[in-house]
């Protein structure tokens, strides 16, 4: 079955990785269509041994194509999504805009595949934040063996979740320290190159941030209402890949044994735990792979039927790109497009 595939901010980090997955996964597409602002009218970008010229949104014609991969920010979806999924091409949304609606399925193939049947409702489906993701992937076996009462989860979150301009910034900054240049901050609030700041999004009323806000949300729509979730956000000084510690009170027992054996098995997920120097994955050996690392698997002595893990992910790949795209390849193994709108 050939399908004509659109991706909406293609010259994106995001929207670089969707056109390199695609070709990777060999997705059935007899025509992948790069889109973009009017600004980046002609230019080029790479889908597997080709080169795709960029279109402009504003004038593209979505009737006859199959499946919009939409990475260009809130407001564009929030402007565009509904008039492409009226022209009836099903959106896979990347931006936080539709997370949170009713009528537009949260999904992440490995945990609530099931929640997609919903989605001809608005014809656009929401793709979860990126540090959600790669969290979820990892709990929801453990959550269906002991079912989880609480989590509280401390995000390391590289600089690449805030776009290009965010790695810009990384870099810049590194340079002129060890050149003794001044440092400038635009885009974060203060210094990011060697240093951690525990901030991400705006502040709230309550004094957590929407970062914060968004994982219990979504964590509560995608896994399960009742969960009690404890977030704190921090950015740190590195390029791809997000770390989470997690620590995890259950309803019923859990060893480390026993978690470690049903990771093992669970999809999406990769074991790298053991206890010796290095025996874990970090943010660095994650970059380019598929797969959400889960390490420092351990019983909390302090907690009844408490673990504690190490989880991390390519916040580019499976935290955006990756996910889109195993949703589009759900619509396919479901037969769900005929439903679309």
Known sequence: MGLKIAIVGATGSVGHEILNILAERNFPATEVVALASRKSLGREV?????????????????????????SAGGNVSAEWSPKIAAAGCVVIDNSSQWRTDPDVPLIIPEVNPDAIEIFSRKNIIANPNCSTMQLLVALKPLHDAATIKRIVVSTYQSVSGTGKDGIDELFQQTRAIFVNDAIESHV???????????????????????????MVIETKKILDPKIKVSVTVARVPVFVGHSEAVNIEFEHPMEDDQARDILREAPGVLVVDKREDGGYMTPVECVGEFATFVSRIRVDPTLE?????????????KGAALNAIQIAELLLERGLLNKAA
């Not at 039927?305 to 790949?317: E, M, P, T």
Request: with cysteine; glycine share 10%; net charge negative.
């Open 46 to 70: 790479s889908y597997g041994d080709k080169t795709l010229k960029i279109k402009a949104l504003e004038q593209f014609d979505f009737s006859g194509t199959d499946i919009c991969l939409m």
């Open 188 to 214: 974060y609030p203060k210094q990011i190159a060697f240093n951690v700041i525990p901030h991400g999004g705006e502040f709230m009323e309550d004094g957590q941030t929407t970062e914060e806000w968004k």
């Open 305 to 317: 039927n408490g673990l504690n893990l190490w989880i991390v992910s390519d916040n580019l790949r």
